[in-house]
């Protein structure tokens, strides 16, 4: 493998770590949270000290040989450890018992990264590997013991994580069995890489050479799994986010031609004031929102029942349904309003509305705005009821 193939994922899941970054600062108590952004960021920096060129870098600061390996099996361990700890806290049940698991899979872990600083330093490991050190030492007393506890501590918890996001998938719906099932799949590339690198060891102790499996395949493999398990495990928590970010930014977008044609009956006066630019995308939604409605409001005393009702019959003329025709025929009326409000004309509609109507009016904001931006019958019922009382205005003083 390149080293980009190596340095590519540690980006990639630094990438996801800032995503969860605002989380882990707004709510840095949660256990959930937290675990989150310590997986992602122990999974980048597994890649991250695994690169050839980290691994020689380090070994030379160090100055000591191969000390690179028992640095990344740690990690790895690690990550592994914190995986299973935060499909704990995920699933969630009874607080003793979250307590309880928890508490016995971090000192299992614990025990055996204790171990591989041991095993390492009772070992001798002269020569610097910075591809195949598995193989390598495959047969080295102590190094042997090493590598063996590293690819077991690995493949427990790959398989563990996979059964219990396995059963749990089964039990689920939405953005979190989608979540699970990437898991799954991540989890049994890791399987498979840990798999791999055990076969090429155990090779090596019956003097054949797999070291391809090693240094060529699992690498593969495992660049595969680590963005598994950062989608997997970002999924359940962005996807519902982004769902309802890109629906508050398109209701926002379509009440668009209302929220201006609204705004212009009053220019001097924004109908939801100034909106600060950091505002979420929520809140300028609901400040569009409410500015409709106060601009419904204001411009109620020209709301003509007339206008909506040549509207609606022209739209039912040219075949549209009942329910088409009565957004295309209140969108006309609110424009005709609009317009008298901006010319100040006399208050005074030949059919004032009823209330239902009204009420109706400011139900259906989304339909009468979506009629503003595409019936040319209400643009045509509009001008045509705008220009009516503006003669009419001319005339009564003569």
């Known amino acids: 493998m390149d080293s980009s193939d190596y340095y590519i994922p540690t980006v990639a899941l630094l990438i ?14 949660d256990p959930l949270i937290r675990t989150v952004c310590l997986v992602i960021a122990l999974g980048s920096a597994g890649f991250f000290f695994a690169a050839p060129p980290t691994i020689a870098a380090v070994n030379q600061t160090t100055g000591i040989a191969n000390f690179s390996s028992p640095l990344v099996y740690s990690i790895i361990s690690a990550f592994s450890a914190f995986c299973l700890l935060l499909i704990v806290h995920w699933r969630g049940g009874p607080p003793e018992y979250v307590r309880r698991v928890s508490r016995r899979w971090q000192a299992g872990y614990f025990l055996v990264v204790i171990a591989l600083v041991v095993l390492f330093v009772l070992g001798d490991a002269p020569v610097d590997r910075h591809t195949d050190f598995d193989t390598y030492y495959a047969t080295t007393p102590f190094i042997r013991e090493m590598i063996v506890l590293y690819l077991l501590a690995h493949m427990t918890a790959a398989l563990v994580t996979t059964g219990l996001c396995w059963r749990w998938a089964l039990q689920v719906r939405g953005w ?19 798999g791999l690198k055990l076969a090429a060891v155990a090779a090596r102790w019956t003097g054949q050479d797999w ?188």
């Open 211 to 398: 070291g391809v499996l090693s240094t060529t395949l699992a690498p593969l493999l495992s660049a595969l799994a680590a963005p598994c398990a950062t989608v997997g495990f970002l999924l359940p928590l962005v996807g519902p986010w982004t769902v309802f970010n890109w629906r508050t930014a398109r209701t926002y977008r379509r009440l668009g031609p209302l929220w201006r044609e609204l705004s212009s009956a009053s220019p001097r006066t924004p109908l939801a004031g100034r909106i600060p630019w950091h505002s979420s995308l929520y809140v300028r939604l609901t400040r569009r929102e409410a500015g409709i409605q106060d601009g419904l409001s204001l411009i109620r005393p020209w709301l003509d029942g007339a206008v909506r009702s040549r509207a609606q019959t022209a739209a039912e003329a040219e075949g549209l349904s009942v329910g088409e025709a009565a957004h295309i025929g209140r969108a006309a009326m609110v424009a005709a309003a609009v317009l008298a409000t901006r010319q100040d004309l006399p208050a005074k509609p030949l059919i004032p509305p009823e209330h239902a109507e009204i009420r109706t009016l400011h139900a259906v904001p989304l339909d009468v705005s979506l009629a503003l931006r595409t019936s040319e019958i209400a643009a045509a019922v509009r001008e045509s009821s705008a220009a009516s009382p503006a003669e009419d205005g001319e005339k009564s003083p003569a």
């Open 176 to 194: 979190l069995r989608a979540g699970l099932w990437v898991l799954v799949v991540g989890w049994l590339l890791n399987l498979t890489f840990s």
């Open 16 to 29: 996801g770590l800032a995503v969860k970054l605002p989380g882990l600062v707004k709510d840095w108590r």
